[in-house]
């Protein structure tokens, strides 16, 4: 989705260091959202937002924490990463209408060694 | 058991045919549903949405949804190897706002051979 840019794109990091994954939106969208991806257990919410500084908490927000500081911009930051956080992370956002659905970046691949 | 089941696949169809890709769930709060498709290193993009039971339709694709068997698929007529993607279903109750509460399948990777 041409709106939704995810920075890096990939990134390799040591275990025990600080990551933190940047998603830009263009599209005015309230909500934006933190998933990550993995065989097996398909898209999984990490943590959301629903307007600036205003986030809380997915199914899988353990390790994690999110800053929304603009509309535009949705942090997601690894304080000390571990192995099992290797994932693909997508950013999404949305108008938050009911019938409204995620428009996703194109995703970023994290590898922890 | 997870809320939704989606068969991984893979899945291996000539060009031309008709495919059929399916998800059950079990919880009967689920009221929108959803089709993204995902071509490889890239996000999903939303394919068809369909509230409640009944069928959608655009171009070759169709959604059908059964809330009395919790099931649901997606059927793509006349598949061309451009349909070669992984296809997640997802689905989600009321919500107060946004899709917080979303429900992904797991996908179902599909390749259509020329």
């Known amino acids: 989705d041409a709106g939704i840019t995810q920075s890096p794109r990939h990134k390799v990091t040591e275990t025990g260091t600080p990551v933190t994954l940047r998603c830009h939106q263009t599209e005015n969208h309230r909500y934006m959202y933190w998933y990550r991806q993995d065989p097996g257990h398909g898209l999984r919410l990490i943590h959301y937002?629903?307007?600036?500084?205003?986030?809380d908490k997915g199914e899988v927000s353990d390790g994690y924490s999110v800053s929304r500081s603009k509309t535009e911009d949705f942090l997601l930051t690894l304080e000390s990463a571990t192995s099992s956080q290797t994932s693909v992370y997508f950013c999404a956002s949305s108008r938050g209408d009911l019938d409204d659905p995620l428009h996703f970046g194109n995703g970023t691949r994290l590898t922890v060694t | 058991q997870k809320e939704v089941e989606q068969d991984p696949g893979p899945l291996s169809v000539p060009e031309g045919a008709i495919v059929s890709l399916n998800c059950t769930y079990s919880?009967?709060?689920?009221?929108?549903f959803m089709w993204y498709r995902q071509y490889s290193r890239k996000g999903p993009e939303l394919l068809m949405y369909?509230?409640?039971?009944g069928n959608k339709e655009d171009g070759r694709f169709t959604a059908q949804v059964d809330k009395s068997s919790k099931y649901i698929s997606l059927f793509i007529r006349d598949s061309q190897p451009s349909d070669s993607a992984t296809y997640l279903c997802a689905m989600r109750g009321k919500s107060n706002f946004g899709n917080e509460k979303l429900t992904f399948g797991t996908g179902t990777r599909l390749t259509i051979i020329p």
């Open positions: 369909t509230y409640s039971s």
């Open positions: 937002s629903y307007g600036v500084k205003d986030t």
């Open positions: 919880n009967s709060a689920f009221q929108y």
